[in-house]
């Protein structure tokens, strides 16, 4: 599927259903909002995306707590957990997705290589997360970013349609 057939069709989706989606990301740089809202009538399903880099703002945007960023670092399972989950609760949506890795081409370690991604989508049935290891060879920072978008906006259609 392209982005723009993935954006058609979750907001089809998602306005059928009644549903909202928010956005938290990082490493994808408002990539998940871009392609949600190419399609039209996407202002009915989608009231906000946010884009913070920062460990500081994760915490005061969507209430990431410091202690997990500590603990865990920005880039893991559980700052994904956090972010998807407060995204949803600050915005009020049936659905928060976020997305946390490395895009490279630098910052990237032997424990958290670049390319590292982790998803969550999270709804009222709980908290999903993803971990994408995308090949991060050539400075494809852009091939990063749109694989984990789209991963993670076909993991919502996926949900919607219960093959999760």
């Given at each position: 599927?392209?982005?723009?057939?993935i954006?058609?069709?979750?907001?089809?989706e998602?306005?059928?259903?009644?549903?909202?989606?928010a956005?938290?990301?990082?490493c994808?740089?408002?990539?998940?909002?871009?392609?949600?809202?190419?399609?039209?009538?996407?202002?009915?399903?989608?009231?906000?995306?946010?884009?913070?880099?920062?460990?500081?703002?994760?915490?005061?945007?969507?209430?990431?707590?410091?202690?997990?960023?500590?603990?865990?670092?920005?880039?893991?399972?559980?700052?994904?957990?956090?972010?998807?989950?407060?995204?949803?609760?600050?915005?009020?949506?049936?659905?928060?997705?976020?997305?946390?890795?490395?895009?490279?081409?630098?910052?990237?370690?032997?424990?958290?290589?670049?390319?590292?991604?982790?998803?969550?989508?999270?709804?009222?049935?709980?908290?999903?997360?993803?971990?994408?290891?995308?090949?991060?060879k050539?400075?494809?920072?852009?091939?990063?970013?749109?694989?984990?978008?789209?991963?993670v906006?076909?993991?919502?259609?996926?949900?919607?349609h219960?093959?999760?």
């Amino acid at each position: 599927m392209t982005q723009f057939e993935i954006s058609a069709a979750l907001v089809s989706e998602l306005r059928a259903r009644g549903m909202k989606i928010a956005s938290v990301e990082s490493c994808t740089a408002g990539l998940i909002s871009k392609i949600i809202t190419d399609a039209p009538g996407s202002s009915d399903v989608f009231d906000l995306g946010i884009t913070t880099y920062s460990n500081e703002m994760k915490t005061k945007m969507v209430g990431v707590p410091e202690e997990t960023l500590a603990a865990h670092g920005a880039v893991s399972p559980e700052t994904a957990k956090a972010m998807a989950e407060g995204i949803r609760r600050v915005s009020g949506a049936d659905i928060g997705v976020a997305t946390t890795g490395i895009a490279g081409p630098g910052g990237g370690t032997p424990e958290k290589p670049v390319g590292l991604v982790y998803t969550a989508i999270a709804t009222e049935d709980g908290t999903r997360i993803t971990r994408l290891l995308i090949d991060g060879k050539d400075d494809n920072r852009d091939s990063i970013r749109n694989t984990a978008a789209e991963t993670v906006l076909m993991n919502v259609l996926s949900l919607l349609h219960g093959d999760q």
